[in-house]
C-alpha cells in the first residue's frame, strides 16, 4: 500500500499541514499561517473534498495505466493463440492430405477422400454436440453481482 510519508502509488497529495493549521507553530503571527482554531469547518471540508477529488482522479489514472499495460499482455498473448491455430490448421490439413494420399492406393482416389471427408464430418458432429451443450448451460444473467448490488443501499444506510 502506501507508506507514511504519502509516497505510495494510492497516496493523496502531500501537504506541509499549512493549509489544516497544523503546521507545529506556537505562533500564527512569526510563521504566517493561520492558527488551527482560524480554519473554518466549511474550509476543512473544502480541502478534504478536494483532497478526495485528487485521490479518485489518481485512483482512476492508475487503474487506466493498468488496464492498459494488461491489454497490451493479453493482445500479445491473443496474437501467439491466433499463430498457434493457423499452425494447428496447416498441420491437420497436411496430414489430412497424406491419410487421403495414403488410402488412395487400397481404395481409389475418390473412395480416400470420401472416407477423410467423413472423419472430418464425424469430428464436426461431435464438437457441434458438446458445443451446443455447453452453450446451454451458460447462464446469461449476473446472479452474484445482482445480489452485491442490491445490498449497497442497505450497506450505506446509517444501522
Known amino acids: 500500500m502506501s507508506d507514511a510519508s504519502g ?6 497529495p502531500v ?4 493549509a489544516y493549521g497544523t503546521s507545529g507553530s506556537t505562533s ?3 510563521s504566517g499561517t493561520r492558527d488551527s ?13 478536494t483532497d478526495l477529488s485528487t485521490l479518485m482522479r489518481q485512483e482512476v489514472a492508475l487503474a487506466k495505466a493498468e488496464l492498459k499495460q494488461e491489454a497490451s499482455k493479453a493482445a500479445k498473448g ?7 491455430g493457423f499452425a494447428g490448421y ?6 489430412s492430405i497424406a491419410l487421403w494420399a495414403a488410402l488412395a492406393a487400397p481404395v481409389g482416389a475418390g473412395w480416400a477422400a470420401l472416407i477423410v471427408a467423413a472423419l472430418w464430418g464425424l469430428v464436426a458432429a461431435v464438437l457441434f454436440v458438446l458445443g451446443r451443450q455447453r452453450l ?6 449476473l446472479e452474484q453481482t445482482v445480489e452485491t448490488v442490491s445490498e449497497i443501499p442497505s450497506a450505506l444506510k446509517p444501522n
Open 28 to 30: 500564527a503571527a512569526t
Open 7 to 12: 509516497g505510495g502509488a494510492h497516496a493523496a
Open 90 to 95: 496447416l498441420t491437420v490439413l497436411f496430414l
Open 37 to 49: 482554531a482560524d480554519v473554518s469547518i466549511g474550509q476543512l471540508i473544502n480541502n478534504i473534498s
Open 78 to 84: 491473443a496474437g501467439m493463440l491466433g499463430g498457434a
Open 136 to 141: 446451454q448451460q451458460v447462464n446469461p444473467k
Open 15 to 18: 501537504t506541509d499541514g499549512s
